[in-house]
């Protein structure tokens, strides 16, 4: 019981032993401290569908048993009308599984030493489990209501579960606030809720797979650390607001076109299978995977390698560990072979497309960069890609400008190409006087001077060239004024991209 309430029903006679069940007319006594006869005729007043309330009351095994017992016909699983059990104390098991609540029920601030099963049970009135408490000192217990039916509106506030709250296979009819959970692990799977569902929860983990949120729903999980939505069914506008420790695990199989997603980390969520990607909505902070750093050593025609800085996906990480022959940094527990099926370049691809989208509409373009990096890395990997486009165009476009996103990369071309063309200008362009295929050797740093001028267009005079070009050096002059602007175009290109809002 909170410190700050005080009940407000008649209590037991034993209130100075610390009682404070509601008083059994004419006894004066809560039900837990009845004479054997007295609880006998106590008990005969209640028969299937009648209104119950024990608040405050003390229930242990064989009480309980003997309550339920009261409220069933032969045969039948026990029915309530209202039931009240406020702040009632539950000192075994809760066993009230398969149990039918026609009317309003009440476990506000109710407490279960050893857990509760409410499996299959049936709600046909409002809920309501506010301050509920489920375990003592350090007793690790569990609340089950595995295929419950709850008809009208139902409110879980403040909760706490030394265990697991499990809500799995459960329907949810009408108004749904699943708030302030303190739970070890939140357990959804497979329930089927009707109308929008507002769920705040600290746990460990949260799963909600094959889940049916039919109007949508709102997971504020500011103290979670885990959550999985495999397969689930987003029917409406849906958020999942979180803090960068909260790990969002899976969203496979789902459809995303309504989802929002705030202040998570998906540097180990899978997307394979998912739909809509493109209209997915990312805001605040938003961390994905990094590829491994540092520098890495290996059996290969290169035996020493780097990989670019980049946001990834946690599909490649685990595509690179299984596939790839430079496995040093991917390799990742959490990203198993029987966890990731159908795991292809190509499949890669489309993710990445729609993540690039979808940062894109979002009018983010540098966060779009990494996922076009990402796209044209499994492009140049896929089978399915073109032979001269994967072997030839791709690998060249990564090398000399990383698929236009890596400036310096272009500039490094640039240099090269004027530093192989002043050489080469210095030794075989320049024709000597008279002649158009003699060559005559001329000074190197005039020759880069000429080589930049080139590029840039300009009309370079320099007193020790000569104005006649041999047949390579005009062969030259032309690749100069076509790859030179083209180096600095893909640099300033790749600049834009990483500043442009």
């Not at 849906?238 to 929002?260: E, N, Y």
């Amino acid at each position: 019981m909170r410190s700050d309430t005080f009940p407000a029903w008649a209590i037991c006679s034993h209130q100075a032993e610390g009682c404070l069940g509601i008083q059994i007319e004419p006894f004066g006594r809560c039900l837990a401290h009845l004479e054997p006869e007295e609880l006998e005729a106590a008990l005969e007043r209640y028969h299937p569908g009648a209104d119950i309330d024990i608040s405050g009351t003390r229930i242990d095994a064989r009480l309980l048993g003997m309550l339920l017992a009261a409220f069933c016909e032969k045969g039948e699983d026990p029915t309530f009308g209202d039931a009240r059990f406020r702040q009632t104390h539950f000192a075994s098991i809760a066993k009230f599984g398969a149990t039918k609540f026609l009317g309003d029920v009440y476990f506000v601030e109710a407490r279960f030493d050893r857990g509760a099963r409410f499996g299959a049970a049936l709600f046909q009135g409002n809920v309501r489990f506010g301050h509920a408490q489920f375990g003592r000192d350090n007793y690790v217990v569990d609340a089950r209501f595995g295929g419950a039916h709850f008809c009208r509106d139902v409110r879980f506030g403040d909760v706490k579960v030394s265990g697991s709250l499990i809500l799995s296979h459960c329907q949810f009819d009408q108004g749904i606030h699943l708030g302030s959970f303190h739970v070890r692990d939140l357990n959804l799977d497979e329930a089927h809720y009707n109308a929008h569902v507002v769920v705040e929860a600290t746990a460990r983990r949260l799963t909600a797979r094959k889940t049916v949120f039919q109007e949508g729903a709102t997971l504020r999980l500011d103290g979670v650390e885990q959550c999985a939505l495999d397969q689930a069914v987003l029917g409406g506008p849906s958020a999942i607001f979180g803090h960068p420790r909260c790990k969002v695990t899976s969203l496979r199989d789902t459809d995303l076109g309504q989802l929002v997603l705030a202040d998570v980390d998906l540097s180990s969520c899978q997307f394979s299978g998912s739909h809509s990607l493109d209209k997915l909505r990312l805001e605040g902070r938003i961390k994905f995977g990094r590829t491994p750093s540092g520098l890495h050593l290996g059996m290969h025609w290169i035996p020493i390698w780097w990989w670019t800085r980049r946001q990834i996906l946690a599909e490649e990480a685990a595509w690179r560990s299984q596939m790839s022959r430079k496995k040093a940094g991917w390799c990742d527990p959490r990203h198993s072979a029987d966890k990731l099926v159908d795991l292809s370049a190509e499949r890669l691809v489309t993710l990445y497309r729609s993540f690039r989208k979808a940062r894109e509409d979002g009018k983010d373009e540098p966060g779009a960069a990494d996922f076009y990096y990402g796209e044209m890395e499994m492009r140049r990997k896929a089978n399915s890609t073109p032979w001269v486009e994967r072997r030839i165009v791709l690998p060249l476009y990564w090398l000399v400008a990383g698929y236009g996103l890596r400036s310096s990369r272009a500039l490094v071309a640039l240099t090269a190409l004027i530093a192989v063309g002043g050489l080469t200008l210095s030794r075989y362009g320049f024709a000597a006087k008279g002649h158009v295929y003699t060559a005559d050797v001329k000074p190197l740093w005039d020759s880069f001077l000429y080589a930049v001028g080139c590029i840039l267009s300009l009309d370079v005079k320099i007193n020790n060239l000569s104005e006649n070009l041999t047949r390579w050096g005009q062969g030259l002059r032309f690749l100069l004024r076509i790859a030179g602007p083209l180096f600095l175009g893909m640099a300033a290109l790749a600049i834009r991209s990483r500043v442009k809002r």
